[in-house]
């Protein structure tokens, strides 16, 4: 197939050289990272590691070494300031004065690693402002909004990565014999409606009002108030169940439930809300928390929680609708 190379894609976008080094570097770690998980077993790397990160979550083998990949390039790239990921509590001061500010989650899904199910990586770009060298915490607390560039690679059946530069969304899928990225989805676009919706279904108990209402509408199907039947799907990993509703479109929700009443949710805004609704917005697509657009949200900590409620605008103002 002939396809664009990304690097061809990054040279026509006219971004700054910086940002093409940048993402291009990133692109590399996640073709090293994708040729690690499908090695699995074979390279030693499933099961747990026996620590935990700064969330208290279990790591898995996989979650430690794809940090250690990401921080490297991140470093060695000589255009990242400082770099924050879901592994580490706080930022890594890099190359001080270089134009940017990376986060990421360098392995999202983790409970899918050991039962062969996809996974992804979720990269996140801020311009440093403010001091020489991007460090400390409060130089990422920037919203949404201000992200340069962001994306995932999806380690899948074909591996895959989809990048947006705040011009549309592309994706380019992982040729494993040569190494390259070929351009194979340049405009993807959530189309408007959907029949088809993805909620971890085993919180219904603990959800608030207006979520339960909205996917009660759902369940009823063609004969309630809906008057259509829709299609439900759970991967457990938002790179897998995102990249479905840039793919087809639909609508994926991580509201805010009553088993943490004091957090807003179980996702991660910097690295994880906030570089996916900038890809769904550039989609065509709504990103809200509930009652604001995800990137308008003023983090005030760096690992701080969001709900998320992303896809096909006509279900994301429905669910606006029913939250005000
Ligand atoms: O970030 C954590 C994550 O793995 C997401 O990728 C995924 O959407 C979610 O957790 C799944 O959570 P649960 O296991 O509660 O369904």
């Not at 996702?267 to 900038?278: A, D, I, K, T, V």
Request: proline residues 6%; hydrophobic residues 40%; glycine residues 10%.
């Amino acid at each position: 197939m002939t396809a664009q190379t990304l690097k061809e894609f990054l040279e026509e976008s006219g971004q700054p050289v910086a940002l093409r080094v940048l993402i291009e570097a990133v692109s590399d770690s996640c073709r090293s990272i994708s040729a690690l998980v499908a090695r699995g077993a074979l390279a030693d790397v499933l099961g747990a590691a026996g620590t935990g990160n700064v969330q208290g979550e279990e790591q898995k083998t996989l979650d430690v070494l794809c940090n250690d990949e990401m921080m490297t390039m991140a470093k060695a790239c000589g255009v990242v300031a400082g770099a924050a990921s879901e592994e580490e509590e706080h930022p890594a001061l890099l190359t001080a004065g270089a134009p940017y500010l990376l986060l990421f989650d360098p392995l999202d899904g983790s409970s899918n690693i050991d039962v062969n199910v996809s996974i992804g990586t979720i990269f996140s770009v801020l311009p440093r402002q403010g001091g020489p060298d991007g460090d400390g915490d409060a130089s990422f607390l920037r919203p949404g909004r201000d992200q340069v560039a962001a994306g995932y690679a999806i380690y899948g059946p074909q591996t895959m990565l989809v990048l947006t530069l705040g011009a549309g969304v592309a994706g380019f899928t992982l040729d494993p014999p040569t190494g390259q990225w070929l351009l194979t989805s340049p405009a993807m676009r959530i189309p408007a409606t959907t029949g088809e919706f993805a909620i971890n279904m085993s919180n219904m108990r603990h959800w608030a009002d207006p979520v339960r209402g909205y996917v009660e509408a759902c369940l009823a199907g063609a004969t309630g108030e809906r008057g259509k039947d829709f299609n439900m799907r759970w991967i457990a990993c938002m790179v897998a169940d995102v990249h479905r509703v840039l793919s087809r479109g639909g609508v994926f929700l991580y509201p805010w439930d009553k088993r943490e009443p004091s957090k807003p949710g179980k996702l991660r805004l910097m690295y994880e809300g906030n570089p996916m609704s900038f890809l769904v917005e550039q989609a065509g697509g709504r990103a809200i928390d509930g009652t604001q657009n995800i990137l308008d949200i003023q983090p005030s900590a760096l690992h701080q929680r969001v709900s998320v409620m992303l896809g096909c605008s006509e279900e994301v103002d429905l669910l606006e609708t029913a939250h005000r």
